[in-house]
């Protein structure tokens, strides 16, 4: 079994930066590609930022140029760094990762969201 915890969401004024991280534990021989999402309240889940091995990172039009992805191999951790936040910035974010323990299959797991609230 595979877990993701998240951590880092709060509260944070319009302007202000807050940093997400992804740990993920537990049966894993290797990981494809780590990514975050969010979802706001009455809105689908979406897309902001991923990584795969080998590659700067794939994200979101509205989030270009404010979020950064990160990966840390030997950690088996993801971080997501948001600067410039505006108000909607703020939903539920999710950190997603295509894991492989042990065969020829990834598997995709979840975490189970932190709360990033944009808000003066």
């Known amino acids: 079994q595979v877990r993701l915890v998240e951590s880092g969401g709060g509260l944070v004024q319009p302007g202000g930066s807050l940093r997400l991280s992804c740990v993920a534990s537990?049966?894993?021989?290797?990981?494809?590609?780590m990514g975050w999402y969010r979802q706001a309240p009455g809105k689908e889940r979406e897309l902001v930022a991923i990584?795969?091995?080998?590659?700067?990172?794939d994200y979101a039009e509205n989030v270009k140029g404010r979020f950064t992805i990160a990966y840390d191999n030997a950690k088996n951790t993801a971080y997501l760094q948001m600067n410039s936040l505006k108000p909607e910035d703020t939903a539920v974010y999710y950190c997603?990762?295509?894991?492989?323990?042990?065969?020829?299959?990834?598997?995709?797991?979840w975490g189970q969201g932190t709360q990033v609230t944009v808000s003066s």
């Open positions: 997603n990762a295509d894991v492989n323990s042990g065969g020829s299959r990834f598997y995709k797991y």
């Open positions: 537990g049966s894993i021989f290797s990981i494809n590609a």
């Open positions: 990584i795969s091995q080998g590659s700067p990172g």
